[in-house]
């Protein structure tokens, strides 16, 4: 009898079922990657966002005389709004919700020229108020959501003195 060389059928799809099997856990393996890629550069931005938020916030607050609440219209809609007013003359800074985070509008002469927008974790609601007692601005981001629970961190607040930078004061007098 003949020895005959080559795979036989059999063989063959062995080892296709076997490559088959390893394309589909490094197709899951990939997908799963790629979905945690995307959720840690959504918290990085937001985490980011939050930063700049805080850093703005207490730059206002320091700089401003007073803090008053407001109303803005978003969408053809009133939302409850924040401004800070200035000491400089005619300049506000007013902080609104938006549909993705927190909007900030810088108002001199009653046009705006400056605005920036902060995105906050989804579901989550912010607010601003004022301490009774030592004038303070306290902003406080609350977490809501489905991803409350897996971000697993506490409410966001930002506490800053109104009036404590004194590079907007009076020149040249007491």
């Known amino acids: 009898m003949k020895q005959r060389s080559g795979y036989t059928l059999i063989e063959t799809l062995v080892v296709i079922a076997g490559a088959g099997v390893v394309l589909a856990t490094a197709t899951g393996l990939l997908y799963s990657m790629a979905k945690i890629d995307r959720t840690t550069r959504d918290r990085a931005a937001v985490q980011q966002a939050l930063r700049r938020l805080a850093a703005d916030f207490r730059s206002d607050a320091h700089a401003a005389v007073k803090l008053a609440t407001a109303e803005a ?102």
């Open 73 to 174: 219209g978003a969408g053809g809609k009133k939302v409850p709004a924040w401004e800070f007013l200035v000491s400089e003359a005619g300049r506000k800074v007013r902080y609104q919700p938006d549909a993705r985070g927190l909007v900030r509008e810088e108002h001199v002469g009653g046009k705006v020229v400056r605005r920036e927008a902060y995105r906050l974790p989804e579901g989550s609601a912010a607010s601003i108020a004022q301490e009774d007692g030592p004038p303070v601005a306290t902003l406080r981001v609350r977490p809501g959501g489905p991803e409350a629970a897996l971000s697993g961190g506490p409410p966001f607040r930002v506490d800053a003195v109104l009036a404590s930078d004194h590079r907007f004061g009076r020149l040249g007098g007491k």
